[in-house]
């Protein structure tokens, strides 16, 4: 367990270190992707993050069901 949390931290670290270097425009900026069938994917970072954070609530859900199903405290989200 102690790994998976320092996987989170490590993760949120990088995109708190992005952020707080971000203009009020960046949110915005487009950034691209090539999907497995050789598809020009276009984002912005607003979505990018979004996208981190919904996955990681999924997850996080997962993991405090998980925990629950044990006898043991869920995370709090």
Do not use: C
């Not at 425009?25 to 984002?43: C, F, G, H, I, R």
């Amino acid at each position: 367990m102690a790994s998976l949390v320092k996987g989170l931290q490590v993760i949120w670290q990088v995109i708190q270190d992005a952020l707080s270097h971000w203009t009020i425009a960046d949110p915005y900026v487009l950034v691209y992707d090539t999907d497995e069938n050789s598809k020009k994917q276009t984002y912005t970072r607003q979505w990018v993050i979004w996208h981190l954070i919904e996955h990681d609530l999924h997850h996080g859900g997962e993991l405090s069901f998980t925990l629950g199903m044990h006898g043991l405290t869920g995370i709090d989200i």
